[in-house]
């Protein structure tokens, strides 16, 4: 496996993690909701049953007496204890989306993190290219200036061995002459 890969595989591996660990987040989150959703439904049905208890009225000519009050002082009672419940929940519901946001910032920032290092390493990569480039033309470049003073020398060999070549003829033909 080349660096590249690995380095995928590590991103989505690290992406299936988060995400893995966003839905349980979610999930906490959502049975909270649950929770503040069944106090407020509770607090409703009281608050109707503290309506029902006001207009309750056992006494004579139709007056309310003590138990009357009492019992619905008792209703009120519970209406704030359910409150306090449903304050301390959301209390709690407002801290894990706080959590939440954190993680996503906290997401945020290693990937940010990581894409900067993966442009450094590419503009590494991309400066290393330019460079080779360079030398890989300037090795061509050097290879084509010494074939032509080569290719000269090899020709004027040529013509320096057409010439005395030329010269042993001439003698040949001159001593067979005089023989």
Not at 19 to 38: E, G, H, I, P, W
Not at 141 to 154: E, F, H, M, W
Request: aromatic letters at 8%.
């Amino acid at each position: 496996m080349n660096t590249m890969t690995k380095y995928l595989l590590l991103f989505l591996l690290m992406g299936f993690a988060v995400t893995a660990m966003s839905q349980v987040d979610s999930t906490a989150y959502q049975l909270q909701r649950n929770k503040v959703n069944a106090l407020l439904a509770q607090r409703s049905a009281r608050f109707g049953q503290y309506q029902q208890s006001l207009n309750a009225r056992t006494g004579i000519f139709g007056m309310q007496t003590k138990k009357d009050i009492k019992n619905s002082n008792e209703i009120l009672r519970q209406i704030t204890l359910n409150d306090n419940k449903i304050f301390r929940e959301i209390k709690v519901l407002m801290e894990y989306k706080e959590m939440q946001v954190q993680q996503v910032q906290n997401a945020a920032i290693a990937y940010n993190d990581r894409i900067k290092r993966y442009m450094l390493a590419i503009k590494k990569l991309q400066d290393q290219n330019q460079k080779l480039r360079i030398q890989v033309e300037g090795a061509e470049s050097k290879q084509t200036t010494t074939y032509y003073p080569l290719a000269g020398v090899i020709l004027v060999l040529i013509i320096i061995i057409f010439i005395q070549a030329g010269k042993i003829r001439k003698l040949k033909k001159s001593k067979s002459v005089f023989n």
